[in-house]
């Protein structure tokens, strides 16, 4: 018998090893972005050195790019809007740090609502992604 109150299953995003192998070898994340702009792992390592510069709008808009790629991608691998992307599943990390990446430039812009709203989407999609990036 099914269980009538689980949730949607985890919902994992596709490995892009060429770009994956091409930022940890140190290759510049503006070129990974530019050659493989589906990748949100080179967008969210922009938005977070961005951010570590104090240029909180330009992170903001790299956040926001790979946060879009990343929803385009979700709905792809069968995601309808709720549900599980877990920390653990390693390509999922690129689109949860880009969420994480958005909702602390909103806040730094002013854009509160947005800043509470990307936070508990983060919550939402894995509790354990959260307490990764929030602890930092």
Known sequence: MDNLLAGPPPTHLPDLPEAREALESGVKAADIA???PAYPAAWATLAEEY????H???????ARTGYHRGLDQL???????????????????????CLYSLARAAQAIGEKDEAERCMQFLRDSDE???????KN
């Open 51 to 54: 951010f570590a510069q104090g």
């Open 34 to 36: 530019a050659r493989f």
């Open 75 to 97: 709905r792809r691998s069968g995601w309808k809007g709720h549900g599980p992307v877990p920390w653990d599943h390693e390509p999922n990390r690129g689109f949860l740090r």
């Open 128 to 134: 354990a992604a959260y307490d990764a990036l929030t």
């Open 56 to 62: 909180a709008v330009t992170s903001y808009a790299f």
